[in-house]
């Protein structure tokens, strides 16, 4: 009977943890209590601190959102005003132009479509590298002063001398002048429109660096030569006019869409070292984009004496208003006159007025030749650029020649396109 009263020891091992268990659990409640207190106080803390860290990441998220402005053009003007080091190679869509899609192109408004020009970058400067160049732009390296600024001369810390122009402080003019020129700039390159090498657009500032032009504007070696100014002979009269003819060409033809310059006129008009001629200034420029039955309805925006008529009395803008212009500028070299100046005797204030009727009379024309070259020209050519000139300046737009056909023109006239001989010796 022996295996009857003595449980197996597995089965007592079995009872004995049982009992053990129940004996845990029955004889220390105290234990229990003290367990169930902990864990709820760890369970509270960490709700507490998922709340707290909710709470704080809601603060950082709301704060985002107030510093943020909803435009995202604003967003990327402000950061890169604040920091001045954005993009340092500007890919400006050119199709973006700020009149036309009111901002957001400036920095980087970029919608992907590839742009039909070559893309160069144009240089970031902080307003003290600026500051450095001018000599805190020094009286001395005052250059000039246009409606949108003052021009400094200014030498990079690379040695290179730029021009730097500083915008005027008053706000929407300033803003499209500025944007205008860094937009068209920025994605049209030729050797005939001056160069922009690099802006400066900080909180307070707006500043546009060009390549200096050594020989200043056509306007001052036509009307205000001064000792060292010997006049411009003839053969570089013509090739100004050739690189002009060029640099309009390029930006009615070639540019897509074409680009109206609107203020072409002899103080636009810069020479370098070798005389050769750019094309400045595009703070007035308009996109052929902006056209309604292939014209531009506009605020009429120019230089008295360089604005075409149609232009003058209606707004209405096409390339052809360039092509009058153009047709004034070479007035200017064929007569060595201003546009409009009234010291003259009646019947010859207005250039255009004067010169028309004289354009296609062979013994007229060549009494109209600037004094400063007179005897010093070849009478055919004269008479070839007179007709031009009469084309370009006549009433009716439409009968203006385009650009590409004075070019052509002007091409055979010009000798030794590349060279820079320009003095008289
Ligand atoms: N890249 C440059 N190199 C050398 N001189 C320059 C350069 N750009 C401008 N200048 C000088 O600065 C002057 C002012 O130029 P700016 O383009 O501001 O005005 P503007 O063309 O004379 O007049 P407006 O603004 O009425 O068209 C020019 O007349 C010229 O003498």
Redesign the pocket.
Known sequence: MEPNTSPPPKYHIHRHNYSNANHHHHHHPHHSAILSSNSFLIIISSIISIAILLAILLLIFMLHRLKTPSNPATTAASTAAQSATFIPHTAIHFDSSPEVKGGGCLYGGNSGRIPQYRIRGVQVFTYKDLELATDNFNEANL?????????Y?GVLGDGAV??V?MLHTDGKHRERAFRMEVDLLSRLHSPCL?ELLGYCADQHHRLLI?????N??L??HLHNPNAESKPLDWNTRLRIALDCAKALEFLHEHAVPSVIHR?F?C??V?LDQDFRAKV??F??AKMGSDKINGQISTQVLG?TGYLAPEYASTGKLTTKSDVYSYGVVLLELLTGRVPVDIKRPQGEHVLVSWALPRLTNREKVEKMIDPAIQGKYSKKDLIQVAAIAAMCVQPEADYRPLMTDVMQSLVPLVKNPSSSSRFFK
């Open positions: 250059i000039g002063n246009g409606r949108f600024g003052a021009v001369r730029v021009a122009k001056v060009f390549e200096f032009m050594h200043g504007t306007h001052h203020n006129k103080t636009n810069l400045s200034d703070s007035s230089t």
